[in-house]
């Protein structure tokens, strides 16, 4: 199966868009048939859907929040339960990374937007991921130098993800751990919900010359470096899980001395984008399909950012994904990338539950994209760190972390004004902000999300 997936892969490259379309095709509608007929939740779904899909847009789109309520109708191996899973499983942290019933890899997501999702895969679903990652960015993913570099010193990857749950980063590191005693000795998980000074502690110990994760925990260690206390000397830092800002990005490469790259996927659709030497994200759309949608489902333009996008894994059977909301607005570009490569190029502008709604005097609704209002506040001298909880259609909440030196009250003020008449520029009415006593802080899985909604 390897060797064929493999072939499969690299020829869908080679044989360009005809033949990407035609593997995509072909694996839709043998995947529908097998929904249909394993997936009790699909067979109810698709009852007035004719026998044969010759077009996506016959069949209804699914979420996240219906899935998981009927998660044992979900799946397609009957072994399988929502009860089970935790008992045998889930609850049990010493099970981490190891295989469910001998061939499944099961993932559950923090929940940072919405409800966590418990994620089964089956065996083909992770070969595709890995040949994928390997096929797709065997020129990218590492530089002539960076590879003198590990035969030099070493390759060990440290994972900054968060412990204590069955998130995707820790159970593939964990995975891989399980392989073989050679790459438990190279790859570690590395909670970052462990207090700094242990992590830094256990970080100058283990000496990482890959680090891959949370942009927000590298961010701190960015610090910590500057501050001599963290003393590393990564060849190469893989960011995900999160978004990383520019800003964010300069500041970890200058306090680390390394290249940073970025990685998008999701637990639901891990092989979903590649990304090429031109840093742009192109689709696996031999193995994915990716719609990006309105907010009443219909498709947009190229070149339109969406409000969601649809995702269906043509490589997983166990647990059908098909027009599944992620939640991502996206933009596919509009024209062909310098790379040569057939697959699209699609942009990833934020989580569409990330926009945020305020009032305008007329009562009308003015919609703020998260990354403008992150921008005037990061912009505001003497800010160091902040989060914003919008709190109603005319408050928010200000957690703000200040540079070193500089006066709090002061740099408040200075926030608030500026946020007075960006708001007053967007046309919204009067916003309150609350000053919060406490620090910016990451969520329960030890993501840092920046902007969200009460
Ligand atoms: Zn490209």
């Known amino acids: 199966m390897l060797i064929g997936i493999a072939w499969d892969v690299w020829r869908a490259e080679r044989e360009g868009p005809g033949g990407i379309a035609r593997r995509q095709q072909a694996r839709l509608s043998e995947l529908v048939e097998f929904a249909r007929s394993a997936s009790p939740y699909y067979r109810r779904l698709y009852r007035n859907v004719p026998e044969r899909v010759t077009d996506l847009h016959q069949l209804p789109q699914v979420g996240k929040r219906d899935l998981m309520a009927n998660f044992d109708d979900w799946v397609t191996d009957p072994h399988i339960t929502l009860a089970r899973l935790g008992s045998e499983l889930l609850s049990d942290l010493s099970q981490l990374g190891r295989s469910y019933r001998g061939k499944y890899l099961v993932v559950t997501t923090s929940g940072t937007t919405g409800e966590p999702a418990i994620l089964v895969h089956d065996r083909t679903s992770w070969v595709v991921v890995n040949l994928v990652v390997r096929v797709r960015e065997r020129r990218t993913l590492l530089r002539t130098a960076e590879v003198r570099e590990f035969l030099r010193h070493g390759l060990r990857a440290a994972a900054l993800v968060a412990g204590g749950g069955h998130f995707a980063g820790v159970v593939l590191t964990e995975s891989a751990r399980r392989r073989s005693p050679a790459i438990a000795r190279r790859v570690r998980v590395f909670s970052v919900l462990r207090p700094l000074a242990d992590l830094v502690q256990e970080l100058n110990d283990f000496q990482p010359t890959v680090l891959y994760g949370y942009p927000s925990a590298m961010l701190q260690l960015a610090a910590e470096q500057k501050a001599g206390r963290l003393r590393i000397r990564p060849v190469l830092a893989i960011s995900s899980g999160e978004n990383l800002s520019s800003a964010g990005r300069a500041e970890i490469g200058a306090a680390l001395g390394c290249r940073i ?65 992620l939640g991502d607005r996206v933009t596919l570009a509009t024209a062909p990338c310098p790379c040569g490569s057939p697959f699209p190029v699609v942009k990833i502008e934020g989580r569409s539950g990330d926009l945020l709604y305020f009032g305008a005097p007329d009562g009308r609704q003015v919609t703020i994209l998260p990354l403008a209002l992150g921008t005037v506040i990061l912009e505001t001298a003497g800010v160091h760190r902040f989060q914003v909880i919008r709190t109603g259609p005319a408050a928010l909440r200000l957690r703000l972390e200040v540079a070193p030196g500089a006066d709090r009250a002061q740099v408040q003020k200075l926030v608030q004004e500026r946020l007075a008449s960006f708001f007053a520029s967007q046309g919204t009415g009067a916003v309150a902000i609350e000053h919060a006593d406490e620090p910016p802080q990451t969520d329960r899985s030890g993501k840092f999300r920046q902007i969200w909604s009460s």
Request: proline letters at 8%; charged letters at 20%.
């Open 261 to 325: 790259t970025e990685r998008y996927l999701s637990s639901e659709v891990p092989a979903l984008t590649s990304r090429c030497r031109h840093s742009a994200f192109h689709v696996n759309s031999d193995w994915h399909i990716l719609e990006p949608v309105d907010a009443d489902y219909q498709p947009v333009p190229d070149g339109v950012t969406s409000h969601t996008v649809l995702v269906t894994n043509l490589a997983n059977r166990v647990q059908p994904i098909i027009r599944y909301d």
